[in-house]
């Protein structure tokens, strides 16, 4: 998915009137803003992160533009710093994790994953549930040559596309691949299944 199929939802517009009088953010973030401002993602999110009329807000003694925010609580929120860079703000004393080194890279970021996701999902038939009894049953069956393995869909090779999403995202910012950082903890995620 390109950053044109992103916004193809429509667009959340920024006024730039907001910034009057306050210098202390970089031009090329409230540039890109002003000019694209953010993307109306179908259905809503991508990775549990839904997109916000931006807004200056305080976090911790610094101002920040929150522009998104993530659902697994109410007080996480994602915004670019006076530097320029975009962070995960949250509410541990003040916890605020690098994500990426601009908006723009952040957003192309999520336009890979978003590619990913969709790729997983059209070859991924997820877990199999089954009772402890079926599951004994169908080891029976398969052992006794009643029923032969099935098999492996070709498609989606996770591994394969995890390693293509992470030389992506080392291409666009090194830096949001640090130890520990937010998108590593995503990639892992996604190597795992989890996501």
Not at 16 to 30: K, Q, T, V, Y
Not at 149 to 158: I, N
Request: glycine share 10%; net charge negative.
């Amino acid at each position: 998915m390109t950053l044109e199929q992103l916004y193809a939802n429509g667009v959340i517009p920024f006024d730039r009137s907001m910034l009057e009088g306050n210098g202390r953010f970089p031009s090329d973030a409230i540039e890109w803003l002003a000019r694209h401002g953010l993307p109306r993602l179908e259905g809503g999110e991508v990775l549990g992160v839904s997109f916000l009329s931006p807004a200056i807000k305080r976090f911790d003694g610094e101002e920040f533009i929150m522009f998104a925010s993530e659902r697994w609580r109410e007080d996480l929120w994602i915004g670019i710093g006076t530097d320029g860079a975009v962070y995960a703000l949250g509410p541990v004393q003040g916890r605020r994790s690098f994500i990426n080194s601009n908006l723009e890279v952040f957003l192309q970021f999520m336009a890979h994953v978003s590619r990913y996701l969709e790729a997983a999902k059209a070859t991924d038939t997820g877990p199999t549930v089954m009772t402890r009894d079926v599951l004994q049953e169908r080891l029976a069956a398969l052992r006794n040559g009643k029923i032969r393995p099935a098999a492996r869909a070709t498609g989606f090779d996770r591994q394969f596309e995890t390693e293509r999403l992470e030389c992506e995202f080392r291409t666009l910012d090194r830096a949001a691949l640090k130890r520990d950082g937010w998108w590593c903890k995503i990639i892992e995620q996604l190597r795992d299944g989890l996501i």
